[in-house]
């Protein structure tokens, strides 16, 4: 079973920026569809982005497109979030998951989670 470590969250104010990073612990990550998430607090945790094992198809939600790039590396077994022009609205502890689809379908395998609090 594929363990997954994030990191990369913290404190920024509104239009700044953070990447986040998804370390996976085995190298079948590199087989896997990869996906972010995130909760807010009190919210159903969200799909936010997902890439697929080669990096060649990515998918993102309206809220956050154009803003958020999700990518990954492979030879390092990491994903990445890069995300710009925050929003108080992003403001939540965001997960990476193993995904079955693009669409972020199944998650599972999470990761312990990120705070990034975005302030106006």
Not at 21 to 40: I, K, L
Not at 41 to 64: C, M, N, Q
Not at 83 to 98: E, G
Not at 101 to 118: A, C, D, E, M
């Amino acid at each position: 079973q594929v363990q997954l470590v994030e990191s990369g969250g913290g404190l920024v104010q509104a239009g700044g920026s953070l990447r986040l990073s998804c370390a996976a612990s085995e190298r079948t990550f590199r087989t896997y569809t990869m996906g972010w998430f995130r909760q807010a607090p009190g919210k159903e945790r969200e799909f936010v982005a997902a890439i697929t094992w080669s990096g060649l198809s990515t998918y993102y939600v309206d809220s956050v497109k154009g803003r958020f790039t999700i990518s990954r590396d492979n030879a390092k077994n990491t994903m990445y979030l890069q995300m710009n022009s925050l929003k108080p609205a992003d403001t939540a502890v965001y997960f990476c998951a193993v995904v079955d689809t693009i669409g972020g379908v199944s998650p599972r395998y999470w990761g312990q989670g990120t705070q990034v609090t975005v302030s106006s």
